[in-house]
């Protein structure tokens, strides 16, 4: 837990997620640490010990004072942390800054924004302190039999891209440790997923009605380590961006596989796009979901958007792009 202090206005509370990145959080602290020494910049760091510590982290911090958090882990991490501020009730959440050192597997929200995952250079950005207000998503879900929700600061998943997540988790679980897990993962899952019938409704229109492999949903554009599967998503527009891929076979992929990173997703003849407020997701049988890469429970699932609701720290190119159009 937090010490009880009185907080210097300047200062940061970061959590450290230590098995970020496959231990990456916990190698690497010592040269972030003093980097952010070497910048001037004021820290208090705290590791995160289990699940979920970082939301229990982030709402004991702030409501001790804290208004800048900074985040040393992946995207699960920071998923959690954002769940914090809204759990919290001492201020709004657009009232604390948050920023990211990136040092997980994917690191897909960091891309949105600019930030390099060079530590030197998100430090400096973390010192110039370059904010901007995102949207964020909440997500309410099956599990347990019991109607959940959660927030979401990037891109969400149902159906193939939940159950790649689940088998990258399995093999993590079992001692896996390599840079092409997740890639290993993706491959043997689309080689054995079944697309599900799947309805699609967004702000009450319903847009898709059939087999469906795939549906992304999402603030922000990557997801799956790089993947620009939202590339039309803009993070403060008060939308939300749905992909769906229809059932496809494999040679369309392999022949566009470039699309899906630059992103020409939606050239590819078996991709829909589709933007709205609220997107309602119905499928026989139930289908898998994940949030910012943390598997959730099941479908139906729903999603709506919170308009400018986190402050976040990007990088000085991001906004200089936003300036200029």
Known sequence: M??????????????????????????????????????GISSEPVFTEHKCHATELTVDAVNRGY?????????????????????????????ISLAVIAVGTGNDWVRMFG????????????REEHTFLQDVGCVSYEEAQFRQSRYMANVAGVGFDARVIDRYNHLRNKGRRSPLLYARSLLKTFFGYK?????????????????LMSAAIGI??????????????VADDGLLDITMIKPVHWWNVV????KLFNGNIYTIGHVIHA???NIRIESIPAVQLEVDG??????????????????????????????NG
């Open 67 to 95: 208004r800048r958090i900074l985040v040393i882990g992946g995207d699960g991490t920071l998923h959690e942390t954002v769940n914090g501020l809204f759990i919290q009730k001492s201020v709004p959440p657009e009232q």
């Open 294 to 323: 943390e598997l959730l429970g099941h479908t139906p699932v729903e999603f709506s958007v919170i308009k400018r609701a986190i402050r976040v720290v990007v990088s000085k190119s991001f906004i200089d792009k936003r300036r």
């Open 2 to 39: 937090v010490k009880n202090i009185n907080v210097e206005p300047a200062k940061w509370f970061a959590i450290v997620n230590p098995v970020a990145g496959g231990g990456r959080g916990l190698d690497s602290f010592p040269q972030i640490s003093k980097l952010l020494r070497d910048n």
């Open 195 to 211: 697309s599900t019938g799947v309805k699609v409704t967004v702000d009450g229109v319903q847009v898709y009605n059939h087999l």
């Open 115 to 126: 930030i390099p995952e060079r530590f030197s250079e998100a430090i400096a950005a973390i």
């Open 275 to 277: 933007q709205g407020r």
């Open 220 to 233: 922000c554009q990557y997801n799956g380590g790089g993947i620009r599967q939202l590339p039309k998503a």
């Open 255 to 258: 022949f566009r596989l470039r």
